[in-house]
């Protein structure tokens, strides 16, 4: 692929990105080697600092734990100094503040590309794989609802407290009756079965999945997307990418995946079927997670 690659850091003044001051670069310039090398076995006296950071190595890779992040550790949940100085540490590091980041930007991009086919179509079909909480996809289906236009939403996750979390979420809004929610317990491969044939999708979210999937994997779930996707339909998945905290949450958080670079992406939509310049790539202000926008 000689084509220049488009991939930018996103800077949106209006989404509140989190970013680090002066002064919390240099604290973290002696603060970082050191979490990462302690080893696995201070696991359980790290649990002990702050509850919900004990909860996090606990939950590692669910949708508890993000959400726990997404919330930025409750703070008002913290009860002395000794907790206020653990919780500086467990949760204002780079990779609670990207993976926060990525949620506004998905959410973004997903209000973004839901008020696109609301102008264009009678009807939108979404479906969100490995759905998780399902934060990203309510929040943008709250921001652009649409009395008139009927919006299909499929939540697909193995998780059965997942899908519990996001219906607990959705009974907290207030979603016209032309929207339409459902949830399947199945894996990231088997969505095609919860279609009728040439019942095709226009907008396919995936989050927070692929970070723990190898490449050949991937390129087969890009492959079956785009087969499923309708003409102009998009996808809009993630990954994170290697960066200085790795060791610490490999190794004392427990929380293993796999890092890539967005050029990783690019090469596997682009075998799936997706044309070179229908794919669009952004990366948040903390340089750690990118987000892929993929058109067919």
């Not at 201070?42 to 702050?50: A, D, E």
């Not at 079956?224 to 790795?246: C, F, H, K, P, W």
């Not at 967005?262 to 075998?271: L, V």
């Amino acid at each position: 692929m000689n084509q220049k690659i488009p991939i930018g850091v996103d800077l949106d003044p209006t989404l509140g990105y989190e970013r680090n001051s002066r002064i919390r670069d240099i604290f973290n310039f002696f603060l970082i080697p050191i979490l990462n090398i302690l080893p696995g076995s201070l696991r359980g006296l790290v649990k002990k600092t702050h509850q919900l950071a004990g909860e996090i190595i606990d939950k590692a890779t669910s949708h508890e734990a993000l959400e726990i992040l997404y919330k930025e550790g409750e703070p008002h949940k913290t009860r002395n100094i000794i907790q206020s100085l653990f919780y500086y540490i467990w949760f204002t590091t780079n990779n609670p503040k990207a993976i926060r980041n990525r949620l506004r930007l998905v959410t973004r991009e997903l209000s973004n590309e839901l008020s696109r086919k609301f102008k264009d179509r009678k009807g939108v079909r979404l479906l969100s794989i490995a759905s998780g909480s399902a934060r990203a996809v309510v929040d943008s289906l709250q921001k652009t609802t649409q009395k008139e236009i009927r919006c299909s939403t499929l939540f697909l996750d193995k998780n059965e407290k997942a899908h519990q979390y996001g219906k607990d979420l959705l009974r907290k809004k207030n979603f016209p009756p032309n929207y339409n929610f459902n949830w399947v317990g199945d894996t990231a491969s088997n969505f095609p079965k919860y279609y009728k044939e040439k019942e095709e999708l226009d907008i396919i979210e995936m989050v927070g999945l692929l970070d723990y999937f190898v490449d050949k994997k991937i390129e087969e779930i890009f492959s079956l997307i785009y087969q499923n996707l309708s003409l102009e339909g998009v996808l809009i998945t993630a990954n994170i990418r290697d960066n200085a905290e790795r060791p610490f949450l490999t190794n004392l958080v427990g929380w293993k995946m796999i890092y890539r670079e967005p050029e990783d992406f690019y090469r596997m939509a682009f075998k799936a079927g997706f044309k070179k310049e229908n794919i669009k790539i952004l990366i948040e202000p903390m340089k750690i997670h990118f987000v892929m926008i993929a058109r067919k």
